[in-house]
């Protein structure tokens, strides 16, 4: 009983160390800010609950990033239905997360990327989101539970992808 008294003591701290894995996954996931705060929430929920299952000898966040990408990707795809039958009443609220004017090349090719990101499958975008994370092909494998001959590939196929759709937009 001790024991997990003292686990149970070091959620929040493992959890703030963190927080940026779940601010991250939300912002890839979402359009608005509402819907951020609320995956965030959502995540953190279920992280707590998931948190007697944690086994210390594994590295947290590898831990965190799967509970959070599973999360992630059943809130995406209940927005999705959700929005299919809901309309729109303020234009603000469907705009992309930072679309404000950009002039330098630099922001545009950020801009650019994040449309690509938000364009893909729910396994891409968490494999194209801890690739510039600079995880590993072995960490990535392990949050995703794939082979890392299947990040290689998938990695290589969407970084084939992007360069197609970067030379191919009219911004270019």
């Not at 950009?102 to 801890?130: F, N, P, S, Y």
């Not at 072995?138 to 590939?153: H, P, W």
């Amino acid at each position: 009983m001790n024991a997990t008294l003292a686990l149970d003591a070091d959620f929040p701290a493992l959890l703030a160390t963190h927080r940026g894995i779940v601010l991250k996954i939300a912002a890839s996931y979402t359009q608005t800010r509402e819907d951020r705060a609320d995956l965030a929430q959502d995540i953190a929920m279920q992280l707590w609950q998931a948190w007697p299952a944690y086994d210390p000898a594994r590295t947290f966040s590898t831990w965190m990033y799967r509970v959070a990408l599973n999360v992630a990707i059943s809130f995406a795809r209940r927005a999705s239905q959700r929005d299919r039958h809901m309309v729109t009443l303020d234009d603000s609220t469907a705009e992309p997360i930072d679309e404000r004017a950009a002039t330098h090349e630099a922001d545009e090719r950020v801009h650019a990327l994040q449309r690509i990101i938000d364009g893909l499958g729910d396994l891409d975008r968490a494999l194209m989101l801890l690739y510039l994370e600079d995880h590993s092909y072995r960490e990535i494998a392990e949050v995703l539970g794939i082979s890392e001959t299947n990040v290689a590939t998938k990695i290589n196929r969407l970084k084939q992808r992007i360069r197609k759709d970067v030379c191919s937009s009219p911004s270019e």
